[in-house]
């Protein structure tokens, strides 16, 4: 008769086999200095991982670096030099790059004829191109080398489009296509190419919405613990909880369901009326 292991046996396995898949790895997370970014830095160090942070906050991140133990490089993502530059200054201090989390990114909220052109050009150069600049420095070191991996931080947003969510939903839905596209490129030379799209997390980027029983949050250590697991076990694309992975099926939901959908859930509505003295912070941050 096999032995038998109970849930407990079977869990502490699969964690000996993700800090065994991940121990050594050397790992470059950006916008890491709060957040998802942070906790994942955590988490990942946890696992035995070596790990360098970047941020455009050079305070926080230097902040952050320390109270981790860790690197902390100052990052300007929608600039190729700047990641460039991070990624090489990365590999000379740790060592060379098994592994980029591509993690920053911003989340302006509201009636997109209130946007100015300089915002949604911000959102687009942040949380796409910067995720496409990422990606492509950390491949040029990853393939001649014939191994590595790129995580990108998308949002179930990109499958979820709303009202007063546009700029957002658009940026993150190119990630999630773009991140599949590259994967299918690369991975027959040795790199992977995978995709997180957590639910709201409780971060800035939703201080000032209205969430309800529809809408729930997590936090950002479940999503942290999703990126953990797809660097433990490469996949293409993982939603953070796994439960809401049913989003890839909202590409073929007929227009009126999703229409009724967003009425039950209010989700027509939240993005569009924020609380703009609970959301003033963030919107400071991210120039909105």
């Keep these: 008769m096999p032995p ?45 991982a070596k790990v360098a942070i970047g941020d455009i906050d050079a305070d926080a991140v230097g902040k952050a670096a ?15 030099a700047s990641f460039s530059a991070f990624l090489d200054e990365v590999e000379k201090r740790v060592g060379p790059i098994d592994v980029l989390i591509n993690n920053a990114g911003i989340m302006p909220v509201g009636d997109f004829l209130s946007y100015d ?31 590595g ?13 709303n009202p007063g969510l546009t700029i957002y939903n658009g940026a993150k839905a190119g990630v999630i296509e773009f991140s599949e596209a590259l994967d299918a490129e690369l991975s027959p030379k040795g790199v992977r190419v995978s995709t997180v799209m957590p639910t709201f997390t409780e971060t800035g ?7 309800n029983r529809f809408v729930k949050t997590i936090k950002p250590e479940q999503v942290a613990a999703g990126v953990v697991g797809i660097i433990a076990e490469p996949r293409v694309r993982v939603a953070a909880p796994g439960w809401m992975g049913f989003v890839d099926a909202t590409v073929a939901t007929p227009e009126g369901l999703k229409r009724w959908l967003r009425k039950v859930t209010k989700t027509d509505t939240i993005f569009l009326n924020p609380d703009s003295q609970a959301r003033a912070d963030y919107n400071a941050r991210i120039g909105q």
């Design 66 to 80: 320390a109270d981790l133990g860790v690197e902390g490089i100052e990052l300007d993502v929608t600039d190729s």
């Design 4 to 48: 038998s292991f109970s849930r407990r046996d079977r869990a502490d396995r699969r964690l000996a086999q993700q800090r065994d898949a991940i121990a050594g790895k050397v790992v470059a997370i950006t916008g890491a200095a709060r957040g998802i970014g942070f906790e994942t830095a955590t988490q990942l160090l946890a696992n035995g």
């Design 205 to 211: 980027l939703i201080d000032g919405l209205a969430t």
């Design 149 to 161: 991996q790129i995580v990108n931080v998308a949002s179930v947003a990109g499958r979820l489009p």
């Design 117 to 147: 052109e300089a915002l949604i050009r911000r959102c687009i150069d942040i949380d796409l191109v910067g995720v496409m600049l990422g990606s492509w420095e950390a491949a040029r070191r990853m393939v001649p080398r014939g191994h």
